[in-house]
């Protein structure tokens, strides 16, 4: 293999070739190689333009390089960019404030990745199943979902069903029961004593874009209520608009006892997570129980909170409940025997195929959309959610021809 030097002509198999030679190989991308981007659109090294179809997993549901995150990213990295928590500094108290008024939530704890707020969640609802519910030391269970994904730290894969996420990386953190998703019934006879918590996505994303059936989740979370179980809901990839709701769990009314958010909180710009809780909850951490050197510094914090400006402001769950039902609509009126079905809710779209969902998403790429697979014959559909009505035409106009020539 000849790896291009300095000086010679830039090209997207260059840097292929680079990130082949020197990168461990945990991803399989498209060969797209992203030089700027912008709004709904990325430009390759070549200049080629696609339409994105993929959203850095909700990471950009504003669009790429929104102005007004970006000036709050450059205005704050100008004067401090982190301190720690071993002291204070003026951009983590107004964040949270944001933050927590925005979700509803009383008090929140700020990490950077998605996996890390998760594992907030984790430590939080078995330190209350101990010192609250009376669970014996040691024993607490937290109810996971068949097919679920909440990261791929260790503690995280041992909750997964997933055998390609588990093999070879055990001894697993024990204390995860799982049960199949959307069977309440079957929730309901998992739970014992020693359940201190279920963990749930309201629509399995990474999973195929899997939505639970009609009254599943209220179900779910009036179970949780009758026997004294917190609901956990990690609404990392599904919140903050991209199913038509500001969060998923409000299609069914449903509060969480702890929420998990991530990625569209960044703004594209930065990592930030969270886990909120109300204020009893959350006071059962106590000075040096958990933490992070990044979680809540200012650059964050002026990051995220110009992100949840942009989401509301510009009311971007509107807008994904608006496109999710024109793309939705566009895309199950396509007449193709390669189409199991297409599902989701607003701008979170799983397209199940009679066929490998590579294929259709290499003709998708050489059609300028890019779309990536998930669990062999799904294609996911997730755009920014500031996508406009000719941008949704080409999509729906380059999927028909896609279909017709795979």
Not at 257 to 263: C, F, P
Request: one cysteine or more.
């Amino acid at each position: 293999m000849r790896i291009m030097h300095v000086g010679e002509p830039k090209s997207s198999q260059h840097f292929v070739e680079l990130d082949e030679r020197y990168g461990a190989h945990n991803y399989k991308p498209l060969d797209l190689v992203v030089e700027r981007a912008e709004g709904v659109w990325l430009w390759d090294v070549e200049g080629r333009r696609y339409l994105d179809c993929i959203s850095a997993y909700s990471a950009v549901n504003q669009g790429h390089c929104h102005p007004r995150i970006r000036a709050a990213l450059v205005a704050q990295a100008g004067k401090v960019s982190l301190t720690s928590r071993a002291m204070r500094n003026d951009r983590m108290g107004p964040f949270l404030r944001k933050l927590t008024e925005t979700c509803g939530f009383e008090r929140a704890l700020p990490m950077n990745t998605g996996a890390e707020a998760v594992e907030t969640a984790i430590k939080l609802a078995r330190r209350w199943g101990y010192e609250i519910k009376g669970i014996p030391d040691n024993e607490a269970e937290i109810i996971v979902f068949s097919n679920n994904f909440h990261g791929r730290t260790t503690a995280i894969i041992s909750a997964s069903t997933d055998p390609s996420y588990r093999r070879h990386f055990g001894p697993f953190t024990p204390g995860f029961v799982p049960v199949p998703y959307g069977d309440a019934d079957a929730l309901q006879r998992a739970i014992t004593p020693n359940t201190c918590a279920i963990l749930i996505e309201p629509i399995q994303g990474e999973g195929g874009v899997i939505v639970p059936p009609e009254g599943f989740m209220k179900r779910a979370w009036a179970i949780c209520k009758e026997h004294d179980v917190l609901f956990i809901a990690d609404e990392i990839q599904t919140g903050f608009g991209r199913t038509g709701d500001l969060f998923a769990c409000d299609y069914d009314n449903v509060k969480p006892d702890i929420l998990v958010v991530g990625k569209a909180l960044g703004g594209g710009y930065y990592p930030v997570s969270a886990a909120l809780a109300n204020t009893a909850l959350m006071e059962l951490f106590q000075p040096g129980d958990h933490g992070s050197t990044f979680g809540g510094n200012p650059l964050a914090s002026a990051v995220a909170e110009a992100s949840l400006d942009v989401i509301v402001n510009e009311k971007l769950a509107s807008r994904a409940r608006y496109a999710g039902a024109k793309v939705m609509q566009g895309l199950r009126a396509a007449q193709s025997p390669l189409v199991k079905e297409v599902r989701g809710r607003g701008l979170l779209i799983g397209i199940e195929l009679t066929v490998p969902a590579k294929k259709l998403s290499a003709a998708l790429l050489d059609r300028g959309i890019a779309a990536k697979d998930t669990h062999d014959r799904v294609l996911r559909i997730a755009p920014p959610l500031v996508i406009e009505d000719d941008a949704i035409e080409l999509l729906l106009e380059q999927y028909n021809a896609a279909l017709a020539a795979i």
